[in-house]
């Protein structure tokens, strides 16, 4: 929970219409797809619900991937067995509408997502994003993800050790 927030998975009573991020192929992806989706298991979705309207005000998706060790930046790599591939959490998408923006909701869903991969029973080495624009970019470098691999705007951050 968020203040007056709420974060869990899409389901069939969160209204999806009336949501508006600004970026017309997340709002398009949100109404259309990600029901969808989530049946298939394509991907698993996540959305922030604010509890004392019910109005859906962010979301994000994570999947299972899986990125190749070559490509991680050396000071990464050199911890990490050497395996070819990495299993890592992939967050597809990631957004909070306009009505809500500026209100730690971006954050708190990145928290959550994080949280989310680093409690998996599967292994997860990092949550992966591919960054859609420079504003998406500067969002996960603020939140201490790191550049890797071809092509640029893929980023990594690599979930704490277990203990
Ligand atoms: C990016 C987005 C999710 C941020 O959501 P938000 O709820 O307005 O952001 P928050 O209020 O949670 O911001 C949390 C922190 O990130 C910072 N931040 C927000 N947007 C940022 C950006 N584009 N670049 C750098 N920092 C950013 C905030 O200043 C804040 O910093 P602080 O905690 O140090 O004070 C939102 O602007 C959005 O949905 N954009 C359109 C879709 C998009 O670009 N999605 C991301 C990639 S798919």
Redesign the pocket.
């Known amino acids: 929970m968020t203040g007056s927030f709420i974060i869990e998975p899409l389901g069939p009573s969160h209204g999806r219409t009336e949501f508006m ?3 017309d192929a ?1 709002d398009r992806y949100f109404r259309e797809q990600a029901g969808q989706d989530v049946r298939r298991r394509a991907t698993a979705c996540f959305v922030a619900r604010e509890i004392a309207t019910d109005r859906i005000a ?1 979301f994000y998706t994570l999947a299972a991937g899986g990125v190749l060790l070559a490509q991680m930046p050396l000071r990464l790599a050199k911890r990490l067995p050497r395996y070819p591939t990495l299993p890592v959490a992939r967050l597809g ?4 509408a306009l009505a ?10 990145l928290w959550d997502a994080i949280e989310r991969a680093g409690r998996s029973d599967v292994a997860v080495y990092a949550l992966v ?1 591919d ?3 420079e ?2 970019e ?2 996960y ?3 201490g993800f790191v550049a890797f691999g071809e092509p640029s705007r893929a980023f990594i951050l690599p979930l704490p050790k277990k203990t």
């Open positions: 991020c600004g970026v997340l962010g998408r990631l957004a909070v809500y923006r500026g209100r730690k909701l971006g954050g708190a869903l994003v960054a859609k624009d504003q998406a500067s969002f470098l603020h939140h």
